[in-house]
């Protein structure tokens, strides 16, 4: 199948400081979408690149899609504590039925 | 309100029984999902169903069994053939099918399993 590997697993910063994790697939992604999860919480949509070199932004998030369209970027500019939690990549595999999560990034911030 | 409802938010499970978590949603998606998830640990696919009176194991569906006999509900036994239970359960739904809508998951908020 198309599983998606995630880079790095977890994450500690310094209030203030920016934030990326990576995500990365062997094959080629006809999309690719990212959740967060705060802690004890569910996932939630952020957002879906479905073009190549696509780049999206979202107040002090950058989301990027590959030019070959194997991997995607999530860039968090000047982390606050309101970013603590789990992000996840994820798309919908080819026949168009599941959903194929990446394994996560956990971010903590230190205050 | 539109979305995913799970019950019950915790569940305490003793030797030997079957339990059974409900999920119940409102936004009329043909699709919806079963996903465990371990401490510290990404999403694991257990059921999902594509339609009403249709379903197909996911990863890791032994010692699990769903049924989908409506739109709106897709409740997920765990039997007591699964040996491990203790776990975060996740249900979602999305549209069935690209080009119908927004093509993303929407989840619950989720039911935490124990075993006493």
């Known amino acids: 199948g198309q599983q998606v590997m995630q880079i790095p697993q977890y994450q500690h910063v310094q209030e203030g400081e920016d934030f990326t994790t990576y995500c990365n697939s062997s094959?080629?992604?006809?999309?690719i979408q990212w959740y967060k999860q705060r802690p004890g919480g569910h996932p939630v949509f952020l957002i879906q690149?479905?073009?190549?070199?696509e780049v999206k932004k979202q107040k002090r998030l950058t989301f990027q899609f590959g030019e070959a369209k194997k991997n995607s970027s999530l860039h968090i500019t000047a982390t606050q504590t309101t970013d603590v939690g789990t992000y996840f990549c994820?798309?919908?595999?080819?026949?168009?039925?599941?959903?194929?999560f990446g394994p996560g990034t956990r971010l903590s911030v230190l205050p | 309100d539109g979305g995913i409802t799970q019950s019950p938010k915790y569940l305490f499970r003793k030797e030997g029984q079957n339990v059974t978590l409900s999920c119940e949603q409102n936004?009329?998606?043909?699709?919806m999902y079963w996903y465990r998830q371990d401490p510290g640990q990404g999403l694991r696919l257990i059921y999902y169903?594509?339609?009403?009176?249709?379903?197909q194991k996911g990863d890791i569906a032994e010692g699990y069994s769903v049924s989908r006999e409506k739109k709106e509900s897709f409740p997920l036994t765990v039997t007591s053939a699964q040996k491990n239970p203790t776990a975060f359960y996740l249900c979602?739904?999305?549209?069935?099918?690209?080009?119908?809508?927004?093509?993303?998951?929407?989840f619950g908020a989720g039911t935490r399993l124990s075993v006493l």
């Open positions: 979602a739904s999305s549209i069935a099918r690209p080009g119908q809508g927004k093509n993303i998951q929407y």
């Open positions: 094959t080629t992604l006809s999309n």
């Open positions: 690149l479905v073009k190549s070199g």
């Open positions: 994820a798309h919908r595999d080819n026949y168009g039925q599941n959903f194929v």
């Open positions: 936004l009329n998606h043909d699709a």
């Open positions: 169903s594509q339609i009403v009176n249709d379903f």
